[in-house]
């Protein structure tokens, strides 16, 4: 596993892209790489010197890191309220855009990840349903393609094992990364906004695969449906029904992970943040991420609305 050739410093944005991808957090992502640095400065000087390439050892490290993670992470998952989902991540371009943030500005680990096909939703949720081997061998081989020989240290296991894995995980990926048109699938998720504001349950039903499933995140902390919503009526009435019990929700579009979808906020506090898929002009799915602990970066993105300020009047 080459470094960048930018010195150890610069290997952090590739890290925290492999971390995310294996965790699903950007929380955990920056903790995990922080940890993996952590090791590094702390070697003796004697040591680190020996290393050929320290960004092959950062990244061994950081995924050995996430492994273990990744197993604590199925018994607090078992226990979480409802159902989890990996935490959303805003476009940086928009970012900049709606909040005027400036190039020079802190910088955000959300905005070091690459948003392409291996952080859509649809995949990130895939990911969740593989053994925490498959996940790194998987994402290690199939989207930084990395060789079974490195992966074999990370893992501790056999270079034939390990290609093994990978080919389990392929199997359960499926069809998850087959890209669907930026174009369509916008337009899809624009009529849904438009649906949604209006109250108008025949529209949405229109628009949602009758198959097509909701899955809600609220952590437990927030109000949100603790099972999968099934059916596009289901879904539609449970859509209308929010709309009903939130006046002053305000719906926008922005890119989720990369692709098309929806930011509901009220009183300029973004509330929910969803993702969809999309297939033959239809959702098929929507993962709505309510809790607040995986809002951080849009609550940064999103200003909040300015209140009208009246004049005052003047003293006598």
Known sequence: MEGAGTGVAGERRRLVNVAYRLLGSVTEAEDAVQDA?????GLPPGRREEILSPGAWLTTVTSRICLDLLGSARARRE????????????????????AGAGPTGPSDPADQIVL?????????????????AERVAFVLHDVFRYPFAEIADVLGRTPTACKQLAASARRRAGGARTPVAATGRAEVVRHVKEAWETKDIAALVGLLDPAAVMTADGGGTVGAVPHPVEGGARIARYMVAIADR????????????GVPGLVARRAGVVMTVAA?????????????????????????????????????????
Do not use: C
């Not at 939130?246 to 992970?257: D, F, I």
């Open 246 to 257: 939130t006046p002053g929700l305000e719906l926008l579009e922005r890119s989720v992970n």
């Open 116 to 132: 392409d096909e291996s952080v859509a939703m649809a995949f990130l949720v895939v990911l969740e349903s593989m053994t925490p």
């Open 79 to 98: 226990r979480h309220v409802g159902a989890w989902l990996p935490e959303p991540l805003p476009d940086r371009t928009e970012r900049d855009h709606t």
């Open 37 to 41: 640095y952590t090791r590094w400065y």
């Open 276 to 316: 969809f898929d999309v297939s033959d002009g239809r959702v098929t799915r929507i993962w709505a991420v309510r809790n607040p602990e995986k809002l951080r970066a849009w609550a940064r993105q999103e200003p909040p609305l300015q209140p009208r300020v009246e004049p005052s009047s003047r003293l006598a």
